[in-house]
């Protein structure tokens, strides 16, 4: 059995020799999508962590149904969600826009949000994240995951541009934005739960020009 999303792709050969269920794009709506996502974060294994939380599994459980919550709040929240694929709908994408594709991509990032969270606990038994700490996190990773999972195939522009409708939906805590800085030139730092720029987590490193004994393994710039 295949499932596929449509028949675009399919060859005369294949049609005729398959039989075929077919589900309008009214039976499957995008809230039905989201809500069916949501509730596979909930119930899914995070293997890796498991085995770095030991005696403590349950616990962990119970930590990613909290975080789960916040996201399922944060998501209906006023239709944030599904004002934010209609938007996203109406910009020129490098791939197809299709809802499935976009929401596919935009709750791999929440995994690993919650998978974050897991491993924080995880390393700091002693000092785990607090609700509130757990919540502030989460609410920033939802609007980063929100621009790249919808509009990340697009340009500069207008994930730019996409980022600022969406920091005009939302009462969580933003970071300075102006002409030049946009959402995704930031992340979310643990434990604090603070936006942070992407920039200050590049190293600068510094050549002694004396110390350089071979010149074809250092890449001339405009800097150099």
């Known amino acids: 059995m295949f499932e596929v999303e449509s028949l675009k792709y399919a060859t005369l050969a294949t049609v005729s020799r398959c039989g075929m269920?077919?589900?309008?794009?009214?039976?499957?709506?995008?809230?039905?999508m989201i809500d069916h996502q949501l509730q596979l974060m909930a119930s899914r294994s995070f293997d890796?962590?498991?085995?770095?939380?030991?005696?403590?599994?349950?616990?962990?459980?119970?930590?990613?149904?909290?975080?789960?919550?916040?996201?399922?709040?944060?998501?209906?929240?006023?239709?944030?969600?599904?004002?934010?694929?209609?938007?996203?709908?109406?910009?020129?994408?490098?791939?197809?826009?299709?809802?499935?594709?976009?929401?596919?991509?935009?709750?791999?990032?929440?995994?690993?949000?919650?998978?974050?969270?897991?491993?924080?606990?995880?390393?700091?038994?002693?000092?785990?994240?607090?609700?509130e700490q757990t919540e502030a996190f989460v609410a920033k990773k939802l609007l980063l995951a929100t621009v790249w999972g919808l509009v990340g195939d697009a340009s500069l522009s207008i994930r730019k541009s996409f980022g600022d409708y969406i920091s005009t939906m939302t009462s969580t805590d933003l970071p300075t934005l102006d002409e030049s800085m946009s959402l995704i030139d930031y992340n979310v730092s643990l434990p604090q739960g603070q936006w942070i720029q992407w920039q200050s987590q590049v190293p600068s490193i510094e050549v002694n020009t004396h110390s350089i004994t071979q010149t074809d393994v250092i890449v001339p710039t405009v800097d150099t």
């Open 21 to 32: 269920v077919w589900f309008s794009d009214d039976t499957v709506t995008p809230a039905l």
């Open 48 to 131: 890796d962590v498991d085995e770095d939380v030991g005696a403590a599994p349950v616990k962990a459980h119970d930590t990613q149904i909290k975080v789960v919550k916040t996201l399922r709040d944060l998501i209906e929240r006023d239709d944030f969600l599904l004002k934010a694929l209609d938007q996203a709908s109406l910009y020129k994408h490098i791939m197809e826009f299709t809802v499935v594709r976009v929401l596919d991509s935009f709750f791999s990032l929440l995994s690993k949000t919650c998978r974050n969270i897991l491993q924080y606990n995880a390393i700091h038994p002693e000092l785990p994240l607090d609700q």
